[in-house]
């Protein structure tokens, strides 16, 4: 789908959701510390030394004449006993507080190993909210809601072909009209498993500031800050309600709403009406010159009129209400008629109709003087046409079919309320923005404080950061659990300056229909070239040797197929790769893809350049024609046996050798592209030469060694290992909604048509994917282009040399 801005065209890219961690982090048990030595050694002790005062007292003061002469021993064995029971008294207790001290640090690296693990997946979750919904425009960066994120707004992102994120909800995406309000925290995605249990509360004094440390820890990271959101298309009709001493605030917020809106989703799915009082002109001004308001003629199925008969859905003051009411009512009903036919819903455009507060004076007519009887008729013509504006738009029986079956016929109503009592009655949700609330003192720890914790001292910033953070708004469900409501934390604004700004990026950017931008079924490598090859003139040595051909052409990068709107899909080995993963189930077009992609490299460069290892585990064909290819340097069919299997996997091994060796010494060595078909299977047959494998693949790279595996289906015990090692991903049609998450992280290439082999996604290393239709060159489609193809393939096989 492509918007074209003058003659620039921007192409919706596919999404990828950013992966929200599910890990479960078990906060380690506490240690059972060893007792210090019984009080039995105390009694040795005692007992010892009063044995020898007894016997001192004996010896000294009794008269035993000769037995004098014992008093010595009976002193020294006492006396030994009482040291014994020291000696041992003291080295237990020395050996009782070691083992205490090592267990109570082991204890804290286990914290501090946890810390760790909690900090990274804390910012993994934050992060990955964070670029689902980045805030608008300015934000405070310093404030521990952004602190260390790699977030920019809105407004800083590219309006270009670069932009990911630019229109690229679609209707079907579960975030499709879900737009941000501001800050919430909530419970973390991660999972964190307390097992201190009750041992927690009683815990010896050594192991309290641990226990404490454990604590911190739970608050800090089992919640985090994030965007909260509303779903304007589930909970409409949408209720701001700010009294009036914090109406330029809630204006401020559904600023930021529409705004949002009119960024993240392109005109064709979405146009914004909007009724505003012409005191507010000057704050709506900026949506009479964005796509999204621009009319659309109905019965063209949202394709907009030609430029000069346009006119905006953007009515500001009473006589321009009351001239799009009947606009809106047209609309509604002949969408209910159309429902009611059995058309469905997804083939209109959604409607999200913004009414901001009409309650200030004059923002409604006023009241008709008595006319005097002979009164002179008022000089507007449209004052006679149509009747007044008495009341808000909402209440006006125009709105009713958007406020009562919206959801049904695609409309959503964002109003603006200076009180509870204005919300429409079918209202879905509210948010308050009423109350003046003071920081929360309350808010659990953040993970700033969990140090400032340990260092005993609070830093200015975590100070400003606690005041920063205070609810702002309560967000209020009237239909599911009306009493709980939902706090914001920092509520989103928008400056006028920044909507201009938007509003200016998004002029002059129009939907153009997607129809007019189908992709194609079939594509002749041979016409991806610039120039295009000329099959009956090729000739390998011309082209190779030709720079206007190759020098504009970056390493390693060669067309396999074309995207929508003719758009040539390139495979850039360098920055995409090195390796890749190919998965397609039997008939999606894998053989033809891997054979597209060996003959499209071999166009491009010469055999001293670029080398192939073509290794199939099945006795497949498709390798076949290449066998004899100047930059063929192995070609292995049937790797099959265990033994086979290891032989080229140590082969391999030897490969790497060498040209670590040769790279050492200062040569120059053509790329090396490896491609392994059927290596699922491969892998089944000899589980024992993966690690070789991978090992082989993490060193590619300074080799120059590029390895492509290919599958039909994406097996779980086998691509969980290999995953780290692939950089992009190639997937055409799976079997299974799960095969395809397992390679792409997201569903549709499941969805992908059967009856189109060739069409696939390619996940870029960069995370962009892209949907393509792959070229073909086994046959091509016009019958005299055969034999030239066949010619072509001649020449290059009947090349005198091999590359080495
Ligand atoms: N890019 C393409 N464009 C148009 N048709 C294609 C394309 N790729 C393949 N096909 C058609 O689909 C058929 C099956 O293709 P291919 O043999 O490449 O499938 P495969 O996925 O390798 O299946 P298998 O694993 O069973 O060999 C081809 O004979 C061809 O007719």
């Known amino acids: 789908m492509s918007y074209q801005q003058s003659s620039s065209v921007i192409t919706r890219k596919a999404r990828v959701w950013p992966e929200l961690p599910a890990d479960t982090v078990t906060l380690p048990t506490p240690p059972a510390l060893p007792d210090l030595p019984q009080s039995s050694i105390y009694t040795t002790i005692f007992l010892s030394l009063a044995g020898l005062a007894v016997y001192g007292y004996v010896f000294a003061n009794l008269n035993i004449g000769e037995v004098n002469f014992l008093i010595v021993p009976f002193i020294t064995i006492s006396g030994s006993m009482a040291a014994g029971s020291l000696i041992v008294f003291l080295v237990q207790l020395v050996r009782a507080l070691r083992h205490r001290r090592y267990l109570v640090q082991h204890y804290h690296t286990q914290l501090q190993e946890v810390e ?51 229109w690229a909800r679609r209707p079907g995406d579960p975030d499709f009209l879900r737009m941000r309000i501001g800050i919430e925290q909530r419970p973390a995605t991660y999972t964190i498993r307390d097992q201190r249990g009750e041992d927690s509360i009683s815990l010896p004094a050594r192991l309290k500031s641990e226990g404490n440390y454990a604590k911190s820890l739970l608050e800090a990271y089992a919640r985090v800050f994030v965007p909260l959101c509303v779903d304007l298309r589930q909970q409409s009709p949408l209720a701001i309600v700010g009294a009036s001493h914090r109406i330029v605030l809630a204006r401020e917020l559904m600023h930021s709403i529409v705004s949002q809106v009119a960024y993240h989703h392109s005109p064709e799915d979405v146009r914004i009406i909007i009724l505003a009082p012409y005191s507010q002109e000057v704050a709506w ?25 346009q006119e905006r859905a953007c009515a500001i003051g009473t006589a321009a209400v009351m001239d799009q009411l009947p606009v809106i009512s047209r609309e509604l009903g002949r969408r209910a008629l159309l429902l009611d036919d059995g058309q469905q819903q997804s083939q209109w455009p959604h409607l999200l109709i913004v009414v901001d507060a009409f309650d200030g004076p004059g923002d409604l007519d006023q009241p008709t003087p008595t006319l005097p009887a002979m ?12 009747t007044r504006l008495s009341d808000s738009p909402l209440r006006r029986p125009e709105m009713a079919l958007a406020l009562s079956r919206g959801h049904q016929l695609g409309v959503s109503v964002l109003c603006l309320c200076t009180s509870q009592s204005q919300m429409p009655q079918t209202s879905q949700l509210f948010i308050d923005i009423s109350e003046e609330q003071p920081p929360s003192a309350l808010l659990p720890a953040s993970e700033e404080k969990v140090a400032s914790k340990k260092k005993h001292k609070k830093t200015a910033t975590e100070e400003e950061d606690q005041l920063m953070v205070g609810i702002q708004a309560r967000v209020h469900s009237l239909r599911e659990n009306p009493q709980s409501a939902r706090h914001c934390l920092q509520l989103d604004s928008a400056g006028l ?26 594509v002749d490598l041979s016409t991806l070239f610039d120039p295009p090859l000329d099959l009956n003139t090729y000739d390998p040595f011309v082209l190779w040797n030709d720079p206007l051909f190759r020098t504009p052409r970056p390493m390693l990068r060669f067309p396999i197929g074309l995207k929508v709107g003719d758009e040539v899909q390139y495979l850039d080995l360098h920055r995409d790769g090195p390796h890749g993963l190919l998965i397609g189930q039997t008939g999606s077009g894998k053989s033809e893809l891997l054979q597209t992609i060996v003959l499209s490299l071999a166009f491009l460069y010469k055999p001293t350049e670029v080398n192939f290892l073509l290794i199939d585990h099945r006795a497949g064909l498709a390798w076949r024609p290449f066998a004899h290819l100047p930059h063929t340097t192995g070609f292995l069919t049937n790797v099959s046996s265990p033994a086979a299997i290891r032989r080229f996997v140590t082969m391999l091994g030897t490969e790497a050798n060498r040209r670590e060796a040769l790279l050492k010494e200062g040569k120059t060595l053509p790329s090396l592209v490896i491609i392994i078909d059927e290596f699922t299977e491969m892998i089944r047959s000899e589980t024992s030469v993966l690690d070789d494998l991978l090992n082989i693949m993490q060193m590619g790279h300074k080799l120059e060694m ?20 692939v950089q992009y991903r190639l997937c055409l049609r799976c079997s299974s909604p799960e095969d395809s998450r397992e390679v792409l992280r997201r569903a549709d290439a499941a969805a992908l048509p059967a009856s189109i082999p ?25 019958q005299d282009q055969m034999a030239s193809a066949q010619a072509q393939l001649n020449s290059l096989l009947s090349l005198p040399f091999k590359g080495k």
């Not at 009164?375 to 149509?386: D, G, L, V």
């Not at 300056?497 to 079939?522: G, I, P």
């Open 116 to 166: 760790q693990r909690l900090k990274l997946l804390h910012w993994h979750e934050r992060q990955a909210w964070m670029e689902l919904d980045p805030p608008l425009a300015r934000f405070e960066y310093k404030s521990s809601v952004y602190k260390h994120l790699d977030v920019k707004p809105l407004l800083q992102y590219p309006y270009s072909d670069q932009n990911m994120s630019l």
């Open 285 to 309: 001004q900026w949506t009479s010159i964005i796509p999204h308001t621009l009319l659309y003629d109905a019965r063209l199925d949202g394709t907009p009129m030609p430029d000069t008969y």
């Open 375 to 386: 009164a002179i008729p008022p000089s507007h013509p449209t004052q006679y046409r149509r």
């Open 497 to 522: 300056e920044d909507l201009r700004s938007l509003a200016l990026r998004l002029q002059s950017l129009r939907a153009m229909s997607t129809r007019q931008l189908k992709m194609r079924t079939q």
């Open 706 to 725: 590029y390895v492509l595996l290919a599958a039909q289906r994406p097996e779980e015990m086998i691509i969980s290992r290999v995953r780290e090692y």
């Open 758 to 782: 060739g069409r696939g996604y390619l996940l870029h290393g960069d995370n962009q994917l892209d949907l393509f239709q792959a070229a073909r060159v086994t046959l091509p489609f016009i």
